[in-house]
């Protein structure tokens, strides 16, 4: 059955520091979102990209964060100068279409020091 | 702002009995609604979705029954298992909302005992 898959799962960064968080999108979706989970706290909406742009983003999306889908199978969220409360789990989704189910991989826990 | 809440933290059901777990929102606009399973250190899994022209979804064990009056949503899983403990989470979303981004409640943690 095919999966959303992310990696790496667990990644440790200074405060600062730029990261990179890459996803594979179920191959014949078209739709591909960012959500993250601080710790204890509900999943949180961050982006959602087609067409090779941004569609949404939330408050959360500011200026640091970034998308991109360099080629036909990745999309990668990126984090300029990560901060301290960007320690989350991040989870990128996909889906077929605008309304459909959206997909989600197993999460990449960031931890930012 | 929590436009879609799930006020009980935590659910235990016996083996074999009904779970019933509830969702209620705030926003109006929201016209499709689902139901998501996860497991510790995994991302969520769909189980059932609903659309607001229907009142009810099922799915095998689950059944998703919408009541748009009263902006409230349960998820029901008879019988239940115990490979069904897990957290349950309520999302929706808003026609009108172009990114389609899903508004999530906090989670229900579902222990089924044996």
């Known amino acids: 059955e095919p999966e959303v898959t992310q990696t790496p799962s667990h990644q440790v960064t200074q405060m600062g520091q730029e990261v990179i968080l890459r996803c594979v999108p179920i191959?014949?979706?078209?739709?591909f979102y960012w959500y993250r989970q601080i710790l204890g706290q509900k999943v949180e909406f961050l982006v959602s990209?087609?067409?090779?742009?941004?569609?949404?983003k939330s408050e959360i999306f500011d200026d640091q964060f970034s998308v991109e889908r360099p080629d036909g199978s990745n999309f990668t969220l990126k984090i300029r100068s990560t901060k301290l409360e960007d320690s989350a789990m991040y989870f990128c989704a996909s889906s077929a279409g605008g309304r459909e189910t959206q997909y989600f991989g197993p999460g990449t826990r960031l931890l930012v020091l | 702002d929590q436009q879609v809440k799930q006020n009980s933290p935590s659910l235990s059901v016996q083996e074999g009995r009904i779970s019933i777990l509830n969702c209620d929102y705030t926003n109006s606009m929201f016209d499709y609604f689902l139901w998501y399973k996860k497991y510790p250190a995994e991302g969520p899994t769909f189980l059932i979705s609903?659309?607001?022209?229907?009142d009810k979804n099922e799915d095998g064990r689950f059944t998703v029954f919408l009541n748009k009056s009263a902006k409230h949503l349960s998820l029901h899983i008879v019988p239940s298992q115990p490979g069904d403990s897990a957290v349950y989470f309520c999302?929706?979303?808003?026609?009108?909302?172009?990114?389609?981004?899903?508004?999530f409640g906090k989670g229900t943690s579902l222990l089924v005992t044996p």
């Open positions: 609903i659309s607001s022209i229907k």
């Open positions: 191959s014949n979706h078209l739709y």
């Open positions: 999302a929706a979303s808003a026609r009108w909302n172009s990114g389609y981004a899903l508004n």
């Open positions: 990209f087609y067409n090779n742009e941004i569609s949404e």
